[in-house]
């Protein structure tokens, strides 16, 4: 007697032939994917290529003025595009969870984690908090559920958004970029979580991704879409720091010098040292990268040398001035010189304004630049970071997650700066791109003297542009310990 064969799983969603324009701009050229329970569906492609786009498709809450040209969208047994607004809510609220790529950024800044992790949940009485931050790598017996979002480095915040999406046991699970800020190893972890929440409950999951290692290991199937229109290419506890010397040259000149620096993150019994002694120097015209695994400091470091984060000792220096700890108590000046690139540029970028209007406030506030030459700058700003002068005339939310890393690093040099930090900029960038802004900043500072200090999990990349890296490791209190490496293979 032969037996059955097995039954494939019903197709919980189904795209097909999808196109969608933003007024005469195509976002999605004709993308088909489906997805069903049990199983990861990755979705891949150059920044710009509408990745996002498909996925804000799949819980109907595209970008406003967007609209769907072309193709059929099926979700659960609805008509997604035809579906009534109050049926659309409901589907969201019950059975679809989307967690978007700057999580941060949806994260309410007056909740505790404990309430951001039960808010969304179907039955807040049957959630356990502590077992949503150990399936999401989190410990559960630090007092973490009782920080607030500001508490939290990127990475953490990244995965308490996946947790809040999983308290509410959705049917599909649709993440953007979920790897973005993450260190390797957690980025298995994560891939390893994917899966088994995928198997285990059933779960279909799609998920966008440039980190082709992550696809290989977690996704059963991988759809690759192409840019839907024209492009422009990229432009040519207390933690213990070791510091691998690269390439800098002692003889640069000094342009923001740190002593004995000491942070600290939360307050009372959650709070907790992040780096103690710090002496750091940044020196004209070179790149120190900083590395080591979520939630060690890298951020904060980056925070308290832009005065947004007040140390509990320490002194910073500019070109031999003190700065204040403070942002709001340094002067204009100071405040130009050193500017700040987060990790999550959609929180950072004004949603009412335009990007013309975004790079044009620095140029207007710090030069004083007339109308008719802030146009022309602007669209130089744009065509440096990869982008055309057309992108002015966007909003942020017309716009893919690396596009808006590129505005954000537009609107940052537009203060022509001499100290340029920047927060895992590229972590939302396929590899051509990253390595078009890495060569960018390579020749900002060989033409401007600029000191850059880049935050990045990608060592690779670090490693072949700069000068001086730091490894912050999470050992516990130590001096800043420096040892010779050979060389490496080549807010306004």
Request: glycine fraction near 8%; charge should be positive.
């Amino acid at each position: 007697m032969s037996t059955p064969a097995p039954v494939a799983p019903t197709a919980v969603a189904l795209a097909t032939g999808l196109s969608i324009t933003l007024r005469d701009t195509p976002l999605l050229t004709g993308a088909t994917l489906t997805l069903t329970p049990g199983r990861v569906t990755a979705v891949t492609g150059p920044s710009g290529a509408g990745k996002t786009t498909l996925l804000r498709a799949l819980v109907g809450a595209l970008p406003p003025g967007a609209r769907v040209t072309d193709g059929t969208l099926t979700v659960l047994g609805h008509d997604l595009l035809a579906l009534p607004p109050e049926e659309l809510r409901r589907l969201r609220r019950r059975q679809l969870a989307f967690v978007g790529q700057d999580p941060g950024s949806g994260l309410n800044p007056r909740m505790r984690v404990d309430r951001l992790l039960t808010e969304t949940a179907a039955d807040r009485r049957a959630v356990s908090v502590p077992d949503l931050l150990r399936a999401v790598r989190l410990p559960a017996d630090e007092g973490l559920e009782h920080r607030r979002t500001a508490g939290l480095s990127g990475g953490q915040q990244r995965r308490i958004a996946l947790a809040r999406a999983l308290a509410r046991r959705p049917a599909i699970l649709l993440l953007d970029e979920p790897t973005a800020g993450l260190d390797a190893a957690l980025r298995d972890e994560i891939a390893e979580l994917l899966r088994d929440l995928a198997e285990r409950q059933g779960i279909a999951v799609a998920l966008t991704s440039h980190d082709s290692d992550f696809v290989a290991h977690c996704a059963d199937e991988v759809r690759s879409l192409e840019p839907a229109g024209p492009t422009a290419g990229p432009s040519t506890p207390a933690t213990h720091l070791s510091t691998s010397r690269v390439r800098v040259s002692t003889d640069a000149e000094p342009v923001v010098e740190v002593t004995a620096l000491d942070a600290r993150v939360g307050h009372g019994r959650t709070g907790h040292q992040v780096f103690t002694g710090l002496d750091l120097t940044l020196r004209a015209g070179t790149l120190t990268g900083i590395t080591g695994p979520s939630g060690c400091g890298k951020t904060t470091l980056l925070r308290t040398l832009a005065g947004l984060h007040r140390p509990e000792a320490g002194s910073i220096t500019l070109r031999g001035e003190p700065l204040a700890p403070s942002y709001r108590r340094r002067s204009r000046d100071q405040r130009r010189r050193v500017q700040l690139v987060p990790q999550n540029p959609l929180g950072a970028l004004n949603p009412a304004h335009t990007v013309g209007a975004t790079l044009t406030r620095p140029l207007k506030l710090h030069f004083a630049r007339p109308a008719d030459q802030c146009g022309k700058r602007v669209a130089e700003l744009l065509t440096a970071v990869g982008l055309t002068p057309d992108h002015a005339a966007r909003h942020p939310h017309e716009l893919s997650g690396g596009q808006r890393q590129r505005v954000s690093i537009a609107r940052a040099l537009a203060a022509e700066p001499d100290v340029l930090l920047c927060d895992e900029i590229t972590s939302a960038l396929d590899a051509d791109t990253a390595d078009g802004i890495m060569e960018l900043l390579r020749g900002l500072r060989t033409d401007r003297g600029l000191a850059v200090v880049l935050v990045s999990h990608d060592l690779p990349l670090v490693s072949a542009h700069a000068d001086l890296l730091l490894t912050l490791d999470g050992a516990g209190p130590a001096p800043l310990a420096e040892h010779r490496a050979a060389p490496s293979p080549v807010p306004n």
